[in-house]
């Protein structure tokens, strides 16, 4: 075990991935918006707003590369938001299978949301999700997009939960990778 462990990147190096894997899958979201056409529903909004705070943070823990407890603060709020993004993308999934007469009707655009409701009733709006939602635009092996973003913050969870969790040290060792602020 102690092997395996020693060929697993050092925190900031993993953060530094999962930051550029994120930034990705942003490319991929607005490639499908922009180019294929996708029109993103209100749920999908959020979902990307989840994915841009894991990024973010993690691109954040690796300029500042924390140790001990600083990447762990950083690896628990990349969690929370991964287990967030995870909760949009099930409900998500829930409401494309419903059976269409059970389907929520279709409500405006969250730009006129913004706009004419209150923040905390255009959240409440939204994680109800609607019509919009429930559409399946498009599939790949079929699973729709939805379902492929859950795979995705199933994996970055993982990872934020193995960064909290992973040893301090490999062998007695203090991690090579880590900056010494306290060397003469």
């Given amino acids: ?98 059976p269409p007469d059970q389907v929520p009707a279709c409500g405006a655009s969250l730009d006129y949301l913004l706009e004419v409701f209150p923040l905390t009733e255009v959240l409440a709006m939204v994680l109800s999700g609607d019509g919009t939602c429930a559409e399946v635009m498009w599939s790949f092996l079929g699973i729709s997009i939805p379902g492929w973003t859950l795979v995705a913050f199933i994996g970055l969870g993982a990872v934020a939960t193995w960064q909290m969790l992973r040893p301090l040290t490999t062998h007695g060792q203090k991690d090579i990778n880590a900056p010494d602020y306290y060397a003469a």
Avoid: K
């Fill in 1 to 98: 075990m102690r092997e395996i462990l020693q060929r697993l990147p050092s925190p900031r190096p993993t953060n530094a991935i999962v930051a550029a894997s994120c930034a990705a899958m942003m490319a991929i979201a607005l490639y499908m918006e922009h180019v294929m056409l996708l029109e993103p529903c209100p749920l999908c909004v959020m979902q990307r707003v989840m994915m841009i705070a894991v990024g973010g943070i993690c691109l954040i823990a690796f300029l500042h590369g924390p140790r001990d407890w600083g990447f762990r603060t950083y690896a628990g709020l990349s969690l929370l938001c991964a287990v967030g993004g995870g909760g949009l993308s099930s409900r998500q999934l829930w409401l494309q299978s419903l």
